[in-house]
């Protein structure tokens, strides 16, 4: 795939970070989400947060899957993005019990 057509989704991954949900959903996840246990997780995915929370781990996994399947280079990723770390780094602790909980696929991109 061409730089541009790279940088063209890099764009498009960006302009659904506008979106106004996902604004709510991504400033909860990042102020007010802050799971230490798999009880955490499952109170918040069975909350009335359980949309934001699953819009923000959903929306970066298809991101990675992108850059995982070819789509972005990673290098190109990584420089016009940092969230996905942030996103990652609250669950990543707690992932193998999310996982055995609820999905084993989860976050798996």
Do not use: C
């Not at 499952?42 to 789509?71: C, I, P, Q």
């Amino acid at each position: 795939m061409s730089k541009q057509d790279e940088g063209s989704l890099i764009l498009k991954l960006y302009e659904l970070r506008r979106e106004e949900t996902m604004r709510k959903a991504r400033n909860w996840y990042f102020a007010e989400f802050n799971p230490e246990s798999v009880a955490d997780f499952s109170a918040a995915m069975f909350s009335e947060h359980s949309g934001h929370l699953r819009m923000v781990t959903t929306y970066w996994d298809m991101a990675a899957a992108l850059v995982n399947k070819g789509a972005i280079s990673m290098e190109m990723f990584n420089a016009a993005n940092g969230e996905h770390i942030g996103v990652f780094a609250k669950l990543e602790p707690l992932l193998k019990e999310i996982r055995a909980a609820f999905a084993p696929e989860y976050l798996e991109q």
